[in-house]
């Protein structure tokens, strides 16, 4: 389990980051929301030791994360950045890539790789573009790839940096589905998401960030009536009740229509 | 029923990359016979056969083949190979297309290395590999530096390669003018051409080429994962730093070699490793082993072409190689301005 206690963080001399201490808990989605430069991506790249921290702690099963190699990190803790590359390759190769870190010398997939990634493949909701070049896919079917490859790492705790950024709405429900099952099976599974509709449904717990700072970690039902959405967003959370369950939308404040 | 991604597909692209390495091995053969064969004497292939195995050394065409054709030819094939290679791993590593070692200073830092051991020690043939590999390195190096501190964007990196590019060449004119007699050809180095190319300039850059090559080949699949981007390749479990490093000196150790034979012959590396990434799918291996093949094909014929095109005048081959690699470049930054490309 990977736990951040009291971490600080700096971002080209600025703090980024201010004393946060969160826990992903397996079984878990929890969900990262807060205004543009909070910090969000700043979090999960400090994390992941992407991003050095200037204060804190971070323990990755109770450990010091800097005693993990990195390919020890990578079997345990896999990550969607939010900006990434077109590589010149198809699908299925970059959702192999998932499998690098539990590769040995020389490097060749085993046909065990090669299920995971077909698993990965479906699960992502991708296994007709396999054969696809990267460059050939519009922006929701690249991130699906990618999520693909994350995936195949298989680890515990997977990091999701804007996963549902270029998805239209029925694949952004998909992806949210698919966090649940990732967590049903055990896994922490860490969104960073901007749709608060989308975030209430689908998290466990909901941190929210402003500044660099934790400003609440709940659950969504106690955050739902916080005022402080609608401080940060300028907009009023609502729901109504269906057969499906709780459905959010929110209302927007008159000073926001200009 | 539903296909497995992993079987089917794999093995037809296997069965591709195979088909495509052997036809870029027959393209390589055929222009070294070319090569071989053609220039002011025209020579069959008999007498080839006949000169290099019926031992009649003292015979003219025999001397021909040993002497000019041998050398120019394996000086062609060798120098085309590493600079492709070369480029495909700094395109690599540095995440852009546009990087290529006579782009971004490789070039010319291995040039001013050379320069500089000419000049201060003339005639160390065996020592001007690792001169133009220091050079090169710290050229290669500098440009990564420069992309690290300051985080330039990608075009802004190519312009700071061209500007380290700009100060290398500004020294080797400055050493050329002030020690005339250090390199012999002055205008042939600064071109690049294989004109008096002897086998005792090509035996030391052979053996620092086989090695780089293999370290380059070893670390294929890392080069395949920091063009994802430096996030996702470190999230995926890869030592950046040092693999960057270790591919770029590699790169460096090539560059220089190839400069250390043929001068500084441009654009092989930015032309060729466009054409292999698309054939070999971005598979790093394959990448490296298509930019090689074909980098040796495309310089020998490139050669062929500079020296048969206005017989018996003969033009260096970095002449040629402007001449097509200038409007590559200039199509692969319109490609992006016109934003057609994700390059």
Same mark, same amino acid.
């Given at each position: 389990?990977?736990?951040?206690?009291?971490?600080?963080?700096?971002?080209?001399?600025?703090?980024?980051?201010?004393?946060?201490?969160?826990?992903?808990?397996?079984?878990?989605?929890?969900?990262?929301?807060?205004?543009?430069?909070?910090?969000? &991506?700043?979090?999960?790249?400090?994390?992941?030791?992407?991003?050095?921290?200037?204060?804190?702690?971070?323990?990755?099963?109770?450990?010091?994360?800097?005693?993990?190699?990195?390919?020890?990190?990578?079997?345990?803790?896999?990550?969607?950045?939010?900006?990434?590359?077109?590589?010149?390759?198809?699908?299925?190769?970059?959702?192999?890539?998932?499998?690098?870190?539990?590769?040995?010398?020389?490097?060749?997939?085993?046909?065990?790789?090669?299920?995971? #990634?077909?698993?990965?493949?479906?699960?992502?909701?991708?296994?007709?573009?396999?054969?696809?070049?990267?460059?050939?896919? &519009?922006?929701?079917?690249?991130?699906?790839?990618?999520?693909?490859?994350?995936?195949?790492?298989?680890?515990?705790?997977?990091?999701?940096?804007?996963?549902?950024?270029?998805?239209?709405?029925?694949?952004?429900?998909?992806?949210?589905?698919?966090?649940? #099952?990732?967590? &049903?099976?055990?896994?922490?599974? #860490?969104?960073?998401?901007?749709?608060?509709?989308?975030?209430?449904? #689908?998290?466990?717990?909901?941190?929210?960030?402003?500044?660099?700072?934790?400003?609440?970690?709940?659950?969504?039902?106690?955050?739902?009536?916080?005022?402080?959405?609608?401080?940060?967003?300028?907009?009023?959370?609502?729901?109504?009740?269906?057969?499906?369950?709780?459905?959010?939308?929110?209302?927007?404040?008159?000073?926001?229509?200009? | 029923?539903?296909?497995?991604?992993?079987?089917?597909?794999?093995?037809?692209?296997?069965?591709?990359?195979?088909?495509?390495?052997?036809?870029?091995?027959?393209?390589?053969?055929?222009?070294?016979?070319?090569?071989?064969?053609?220039?002011?004497?025209?020579?069959?292939?008999?007498?080839?056969?006949?000169?290099?195995?019926?031992?009649?050394?003292?015979?003219?065409?025999?001397?021909?083949?040993?002497?000019?054709?041998?050398?120019?030819?394996?000086?062609?094939?060798?120098?085309?190979?590493?600079?492709?290679?070369?480029?495909?791993?700094?395109?690599?590593? /540095?995440?852009?297309?546009?990087?290529?070692?006579?782009?971004?200073?490789?070039?010319?830092?291995?040039?001013?290395?050379?320069?500089?051991?000419?000049?201060?020690?003339?005639?160390?043939?065996?020592?001007?590999?690792?001169?133009?590999?220091?050079?090169?390195?710290?050229?290669?190096?500098?440009?990564?530096?420069?992309?690290?501190?300051?985080?330039?964007?990608?075009?802004? /990196?190519?312009?700071?390669?061209?500007?380290?590019?700009?100060?290398?060449?500004?020294?080797?004119?400055?050493?050329?003018?002030?020690?005339?007699?250090?390199?012999?050809?002055?205008?042939?180095?600064?071109?690049?051409?294989?004109?008096?190319?002897?086998?005792?300039?090509?035996?030391?850059?052979?053996?620092?080429?086989?090695?780089?090559?293999?370290?380059?080949?070893?670390?294929?699949?890392?080069?395949?994962?920091?063009?994802?981007?430096?996030?996702?390749?470190?999230?995926?479990?890869?030592?950046?730093?040092?693999?960057?490093?270790?591919?770029?000196?590699?790169?460096?150790? /090539?560059?220089?070699?190839?400069?250390?034979?043929?001068?500084?012959?441009?654009?092989?590396?930015?032309?060729?490793?466009?054409?292999?990434?698309?054939?070999?799918?971005?598979?790093?291996?394959?990448?490296?082993?298509?930019?090689?093949?074909?980098?040796?094909?495309?310089?020998?014929?490139?050669?062929?072409?500079?020296?048969?095109?206005?017989?018996?005048?003969?033009?260096?081959?970095?002449?040629?190689?402007?001449?097509?690699?200038?409007?590559?470049?200039?199509?692969?930054?319109?490609?992006?301005?016109?934003?057609?490309?994700?390059?």
């Amino acid at each position: 389990m990977l736990e951040l206690c009291n971490v600080c963080s700096a971002y080209g001399g600025r703090e980024a980051l201010s004393e946060i201490s969160l826990r992903f808990e397996p079984g878990e989605v929890l969900v990262i929301i807060g205004p543009n430069g909070s910090g969000k &991506s700043t979090l999960l790249r400090t994390a992941l030791g992407l991003q050095p921290k200037t204060a804190g702690e971070i323990l990755l099963d109770g450990q010091p994360l800097e005693q993990f190699s990195p390919r020890q990190t990578a079997r345990k803790i896999s990550y969607l950045p939010q900006f990434r590359n077109v590589p010149d390759i198809t699908v299925q190769r970059l959702v192999m890539h998932g499998r690098f870190p539990h590769m040995g010398y020389p490097r060749r997939y085993t046909a065990q790789d090669r299920k995971i #990634v077909a698993r990965a493949l479906d699960r992502a909701g991708i296994p007709d573009l396999a054969a696809r070049p990267i460059k050939s896919l &519009s922006g929701g079917q690249r991130q699906k790839a990618y999520l693909a490859m994350t995936l195949a790492q298989e680890s515990e705790t997977l990091l999701l940096d804007e996963p549902t950024t270029y998805l239209d709405v029925r694949h952004q429900l998909q992806l949210a589905a698919l966090a649940r #099952v990732l967590a &049903s099976e055990g896994k922490a599974v #860490v969104l960073v998401l901007h749709e608060l509709p989308l975030a209430f449904r #689908v998290a466990d717990r909901i941190a929210l960030l402003d500044g660099g700072r934790l400003i609440a970690l709940a659950v969504p039902e106690a955050l739902f009536s916080d005022q402080i959405l609608a401080e940060l967003f300028g907009v009023t959370l609502r729901r109504v009740r269906d057969e499906g369950g709780w459905q959010y939308y929110y209302s927007i404040h008159a000073d926001l229509e200009g | 029923m539903k296909r497995s991604p992993g079987s089917c597909t794999g093995m037809t692209n296997h069965k591709r990359l195979f088909r495509t390495a052997a036809a870029l091995g027959v393209c390589v053969l055929l222009s070294a016979l070319l090569s071989i064969c053609l220039g002011p004497v025209k020579l069959s292939p008999a007498q080839i056969l006949l000169a290099l195995f019926e031992g009649d050394r003292a015979s003219t065409s025999a001397r021909i083949i040993a002497h000019v054709r041998l050398p120019r030819t394996f000086a062609s094939l060798l120098t085309g190979a590493a600079l492709a290679v070369s480029g495909a791993m700094i395109q690599s590593v /540095l995440e852009n297309p546009l990087a290529a070692p006579n782009v971004i200073g490789v070039n010319t830092g291995a040039g001013l290395a050379v320069a500089l051991c000419s000049a201060l020690m003339p005639g160390a043939f065996a020592f001007l590999p690792v001169a133009a590999f220091l050079g090169a390195l710290a050229g290669v190096l500098l440009v990564m530096l420069i992309g690290e501190r300051t985080g330039a964007s990608r075009l802004t /990196l190519v312009l700071a390669g061209i500007a380290v590019s700009a100060v290398f060449s500004g020294a080797i004119d400055m050493i050329l003018t002030l020690v005339p007699e250090s390199l012999s050809a002055y205008s042939d180095f600064r071109i690049g051409g294989f004109a008096g190319v002897t086998m005792q300039k090509i035996r030391p850059a052979a053996v620092v080429i086989g090695a780089a090559f293999l370290l380059a080949s070893s670390l294929a699949p890392q080069m395949e994962l920091l063009a994802l981007g430096q996030d996702t390749a470190r999230s995926l479990g890869l030592r950046v730093k040092p693999v960057r490093i270790l591919l770029l000196t590699a790169a460096a150790a /090539l560059a220089g070699a190839a400069v250390s034979v043929a001068g500084l012959v441009g654009f092989v590396g930015l032309i060729v490793p466009h054409a292999a990434r698309k054939l070999s799918n971005g598979e790093g291996l394959w990448l490296l082993v298509f930019s090689a093949l074909g980098g040796a094909a495309f310089v020998t014929v490139c050669d062929l072409i500079a020296r048969t095109l206005f017989s018996p005048y003969e033009l260096p081959v970095g002449i040629v190689l402007s001449f097509l690699g200038g409007p590559f470049f200039l199509w692969l930054i319109l490609r992006r301005k016109g934003g057609r490309g994700d390059a």
